[in-house]
């Protein structure tokens, strides 16, 4: 909504459209003509475009079908906002945004009054830089409302942190057990499993969770346990659950599971 407001910042008339409702869409069409990669965002918004029209013929018995052959396709469904946004959207998406608001800011003179926050020599090219950031992400999973709690699971948590190499400490200080022996193991000891169970609650702790909010996070922080012992560097969190607030500091070495036969 932000860039779509500065796209349309003081947009020459003849370059919304006269008849369209739509200024961006006439913008980025416009645009396209001597651009090809905006060329190419008109013909993937227009696929889009024609999916949510024939989405919406489609009688109710059929929506689920349709929405899941659509998923295999690649061809998600929209919500409001996201066709509201559609153009803006769909050039973030395939990483070309930044690209094109750079070649407008180049061109702004056909397209925008001078007065215009993309025509000034400051504002434009850097509202175009601030762009190359978000355009270099991935939006392979964009996160919805009922999303929040669908992070990493914990069995992926404690894969990824190793947590559990301070388990296997006993018989190999200084390698990770194979995660196929390990779970081979935890199947039949109660022990390990109780341990699996700790490691996994606290593993997701430190993530956002159903539980508890993670309000801050940041790793290497040095602690000292004792004067005659050098500091050692940690990942301190603060928590929030309904009734108060937790503090946790755990060493780099727990959280890699490379603890060895250190105390």
């Not at 762009?131 to 929040?148: F, I, Q, R, S, W």
């Amino acid at each position: 909504g932000v860039v779509e407001a500065c796209l349309l910042h003081m947009l020459k008339r003849r370059a919304a459209g006269f008849l369209r409702t739509d200024k961006v869409a006439a913008l980025f069409t416009k645009v396209g003509k001597t651009y090809a990669v905006a060329g190419d965002i008109c013909k993937k918004v227009q696929e889009l475009q024609q999916q949510v029209e024939s989405r919406k013929q489609q009688p109710n018995g059929q929506e689920p079908l349709k929405r899941q052959g659509s998923t295999s396709g690649k061809a998600p469904v929209l919500t409001p906002q996201a066709i509201k946004h559609i153009w803006v959207r769909t050039a973030l998406i395939e990483k070309v945004l930044d690209k094109i608001v750079q070649y407008i800011v180049d061109n702004c003179s056909k397209y925008y009054e001078k007065e215009a926050l993309l025509a000034d020599p400051v504002c434009g090219p850097i509202l175009a830089s601030l762009l190359v950031g978000p355009c270099a992400l991935e939006y392979t999973k964009l996160k919805t409302a009922d999303h929040y709690w669908t992070d990493p699971s914990a069995d992926e948590l404690v894969q990824r942190h190793r947590i559990h190499g301070v388990h296997g400490r006993q018989d190999s200080p200084s390698k990770r057990p194979a995660l196929g022996i390990r779970k081979r193991h935890s199947s039949g000891s109660a022990p390990e499993d109780r341990f699996a169970a700790s490691a996994r609650e606290y593993v997701e702790s430190l993530h956002q969770n159903s539980r508890t909010h993670l309000l801050y996070g940041k790793n290497n922080v040095l602690v000292q346990p004792k004067d005659d012992l050098e500091v050692i560097p940690g990942y301190l969190s603060l928590h929030q659950s309904a009734d108060s607030l937790t503090l946790k500091w755990t060493p780099n070495q727990l959280m890699n599971g490379t603890l060895g036969d250190s105390e």
